[in-house]
């Protein structure tokens, strides 16, 4: 287990507060790089981070996560090691050196920059410093304590015992420190090829099972290496067995070893000359392979003394070059790794030109500033996260067997994590789009299908909808665009937040993604017809109304005589909407209600219907020359309702009332001249236009206003 022995209070920590607090620790620091330092999202995330902190944390405790290579530890339990997050975080902190941290109470959001800043920074940065806790120190934090790994364990002179030692044997003890069987030793195996076949034997050997510790011991010997007052034989011979132990290992564990050293040794050039004159050229040789094939990368400064003692055929201490190589072959290895004359099977001829011609020129021409913006914008690491999982799905689909597909889902599964984490809905719909294309070879299909399926889990789902919180309205249409790409799994919890949501804009959101996802929003609404609260019931009807599917009006039937007022003329204005041939006698009985407020609701429902007898029944109740009381009110509602329907067989009518000149009610029946010039726009423009022209042309008076108003906006 990773040092660090946490409080007591941390075993009985909750899990899923704990996750989400990793999680939201992860989006606080990426928002940290990514966004200037005052954007409102970095004050945002650290916010949620410390809040969900301050849930876990009792009063007076304290929290130690563990830091192992690839995962996290709480107390003697380890971490979801699949977990992605989890893992990213885990490797970040370990390749600072860290081994804990701990958190505790009073953790506020400059610490939290802090600790975000020292993230930032190189390992090398880290290092020059003197280690991840002399950085935190420095740092000024006061709350949030990172612990550094023990290298004085395997340290390069620590004791008598250091003293007496010679630099190879320190070093030796220094990488046996953290041999697997916890012998860490020296004695018996002072001989590099000894000791190489020591680690052959090993698995995973690094030192306390920390990169960052493996990384520490070759820089700490190189660095001594390069030490002024070291004797020359002294130096010659631990480059010598250095060279011997790069030999003598198996091929993984070499390139683990040479590029600890190589990233060490780059501003070292006198150390690096040492040992790479004394590497057999066949070594270099695979080590430039590598590097021509994209499988490691090494600095400027090395791979130019890589190229330069390839070249020579012989070390520069005399070493003989590549034994097992024959000339014929060394020199097509070359060929193949440093070739001078293949770039042009990789390079277009016109681009090539153009660079000869720079060349030439021995300057850069003036740039163009928007052409230099464009570029700088593409390089950012968001956009290069997001093209290298677009090319990530382009090499699984190309696979024709299943051998390197787990290693490739599981990267693109990281980067999957990410676009989440940096709210890039848009990105993900895209992702998604390309793992459901065609043209799959069959060693991507079980990983490209099991993607997928990540999808639909629920954990993903909540995470998206909880962004339309966390990202706001600027993300709404890209969180649409995402629910329409995946499609029904977001049916449910949609649903779920259709019930719950209290914001009348986000349910107006929230039904438009329901109605767009169509179909697939059918059978779970259905379902929830039974739902105990009227204004669900009656979101749900409006949207099996506005989805248009007549197949739901056995369903909506049941619903006729529910006990709220409001879900019944929904059910009315939905089964009328679907066209459902009962509905046109229901309606006509209930037209002649004896109780009035049925007769109203029912008056509000007929705005739907295209039956002419709703038409004619409503032309009758207009027709009737009472205006007062309840007959008002009923009119009224026959104005709308006639409105709604828009037939032009009306217009007559409502223009015999319009003329209408009675000696009595005057008031009543002129607010139903208003209610009925207002109304005239929903009708046909050509049959209204007349009668509100000849209403305007009048002038002087409230109708006339109402009319001008009413052209305009047909």
């Not at 990172?146 to 190879?168: M, N, P, R």
């Not at 929830?528 to 739901?552: E, K």
């Not at 329907?645 to 029946?669: K, M, T, V």
């Amino acid at each position: 287990m990773a040092p660090g022995a946490p409080a007591s209070n941390d075993l009985d920590l909750d899990a899923k507060v704990l996750a989400n607090f990793i999680y939201a620790l992860n989006i606080s620091r990426r928002h940290f790089v990514t966004y200037p330092g005052d954007h409102p999202i970095i004050a945002s995330a650290s916010g949620k981070a410390l809040d969900l902190l301050n849930q876990l944390l009792a009063p007076g405790g304290e929290i130690t996560l563990g830091i192992g290579r690839n995962t996290l530890f709480l107390g003697d339990a380890e971490l979801d090691e699949n977990d992605p997050v989890f893992r990213d975080l885990a490797q970040d902190l370990s390749r600072q050196g860290a081994a804990a941290l701990v958190f505790r109470p009073g953790l506020g959001a400059e610490d939290l920059g802090r600790f975000h800043r020292i993230m930032g920074m190189s390992r090398e940065q880290v290092q020059e410093q003197g280690g991840i806790e002399q950085v935190a120190a420095g740092a000024g934090l006061e709350h949030l304590v990172i612990k550094g790994v023990d290298y004085g364990a395997f340290g390069a002179a620590e004791g008598a015992q250091g003293q007496q030692e010679d630099l190879w044997g320190r070093f030796i003890r220094a990488l046996m420190a953290g041999d697997v069987k916890g012998e860490g030793e020296p004695e018996g195996i002072e001989d590099p090829r000894a000791l190489a076949r020591v680690m052959n034997e090993g698995e995973d050997f690094l030192p306390g099972g920390s990169a960052a510790a493996y990384d520490e011991t070759i820089a700490t010997f190189l660095r001594e290496l390069g030490d002024e007052g070291m004797e020359e034989g002294e130096r010659a011979e631990a480059l010598e067995k250095m060279s011997a132990l790069a030999d003598g290992l198996n091929p993984g564990l070499r390139k683990q070893l040479l590029g600890s050293a190589f990233n060490s040794l780059a501003s070292r050039r006198g150390v690096a000359e040492g040992l790479l004159g004394r590497l057999p050229q066949k070594t270099i040789l695979e080590v430039l392979e590598d590097v021509n094939l994209q499988r490691a990368t090494v600095p400027t400064a090395i791979l130019k003394l890589l190229e330069r003692f390839a070249r020579l055929g012989e070390g520069a201490s005399g070493t003989p070059a590549a034994p097992g190589v024959r000339d014929e072959e060394r020199e097509r290895m070359l060929g193949d790794v440093l070739g001078q004359d293949t770039s042009g099977n990789y390079v277009p001829e016109a681009y090539r030109d153009k660079l000869e011609s720079l060349v030439g020129l021995n300057r850069l021409p003036p740039a163009q500033r928007e052409g230099v913006e464009m570029l700088k914008e593409s390089l950012e690491p968001h956009r290069v996260e997001v093209q290298a999982a677009a090319v990530t799905v382009e090499v699984l689909r190309s696979l024709g067997t299943d051998e390197d597909s787990e290693g490739l889902k599981d990267g693109l599964a990281e980067h999957v994590d990410y676009l989440l984490e940096m709210g890039d809905f848009l990105a993900r719909a895209e992702l998604h789009e390309r793992l459901g294309g065609a043209g799959w070879a069959a060693g991507g299909l079980q990983p490209r299908d099991d993607l997928l399926a990540s999808f639909a889990r629920s954990a993903f789902l909540e995470k998206v909808l909880a962004g339309l919180s966390v990202w706001g309205k600027s993300k709404s249409p890209d969180i649409r665009a995402l629910i329409l790409r995946v499609g029904s799994p977001f049916a449910e919890p949609l649903l779920d937040l259709l019930a719950e949501e209290a914001d009348r804009s986000r349910r107006r959101y929230v039904l438009d993604c329901l109605q767009k996802l169509g179909a697939a929003a059918r059978p779970a609404a259905l379902l929830r017809l039974s739902d105990a609260r009227w204004y669900v019931v009656r979101n749900l009807v409006l949207l099996l109304r506005n989805l248009g599917d007549p197949g739901v009006a056995p369903y909506l039937h049941r619903l006729i005589h529910h006990p709220h007022a409001r879900v019944r003329q929904e059910v009315f204005k939905a089964l009328l909407h679907l066209g459902d041939p009962r509905m046109e006698q229901l309606l006509l009985k209930g037209l002649d209600s004896p109780d009035p407020d049925e007769r109203l609701q029912f008056m509000q429902s007929a705005e739907k219907s295209r039956s002419p007898q709703v038409l004619e029944k409503l032309l009758a109740i207009l027709g009737r020359a009472s205006v007062v009381d309840f007959e008002f009110e009923l009119k009224c509602g026959a104005v709308h309702a006639l409105a709604g329907i828009g037939s032009a067989e009306a217009i007559p009518e409502l223009e015999r009332l319009l003329e209408s000149r009675p000696l009595l009610h005057r008031r009543q029946l002129h607010r139903l001249k208003v209610e009925i010039v207002g109304s005239l726009d929903r009708y046909p423009a050509g049959e209204a236009r007349g009668l509100l022209e000849r209403l305007a042309k009048v002038g002087g008076n409230e109708l006339s206003e109402l009319a001008e108003a009413a052209l305009a906006r047909i």
